[in-house]
């Protein structure tokens, strides 16, 4: 069984990196720094020996109703994950293959920003005939070939610009036995939002 996981943003704040710190530490935005703006970049590629010091990552409350909105122990944002020390220790062997962890830090402390390497299309595994885009280029539905996704955890597509994150059982089975909280899970692999309850279900 295969899912999508979405951040539980009706719970808890999203994650953002802090753009002044990527300011100092790989410049600027321009034409030469944009391939080390990670904030910017959220393709499969190595972010390893970029940056001199842990990733500052903030959870602004930009909105008065937001105010009451906790900071979860596992994000997901772009196809990428935050991860708390708890949720780092909890899935680290799980999905270490699968990805890079960089070092960051929060207000709560240490922490981790993983990037997934596994792309489906690498592997032939998208089904083209069941994965839709609409007239407008939105995404309507994801489809795979389990079977040769073989050993993955996570991984994502480039169909949709690998912006959602798939995961296997094991993934959410990890997340459940952990308690960690932060994410919705669905079956409907086309959801990009965790807008319609009855196609989401939270995470703890």
Known sequence: ML???LLDNKSYLDPMFNSDQLDRLVGTLNGETVANRIELNNTPRSFAGV???PLQIDFPVF???KAKLLVPDIAVSEGRLFLNK???NALKDLIKNDGEFIPAT?????AFIFTPFNVAEKIDALDLKLSKKNELGDLENLSFHE??????VVFRAEFNAFHTLQVTQAFVDAIKK??????????NLGSVFAVDRAE???LN
């Open 63 to 65: 909105k008065k109703a």
């Open 3 to 5: 899912y999508t996981v």
């Open 178 to 187: 952990n308690d960690l909280k932060g994410l919705y899970i669905t079956s």
């Open 86 to 88: 708890k949720a780092y």
């Open 147 to 152: 079977e040769k996704l073989k050993d993955w």
């Open 200 to 202: 989401v279900s939270k």
């Open 106 to 110: 929060y207000s709560e402390g240490e």
């Open 51 to 53: 940056f001199s010091e």
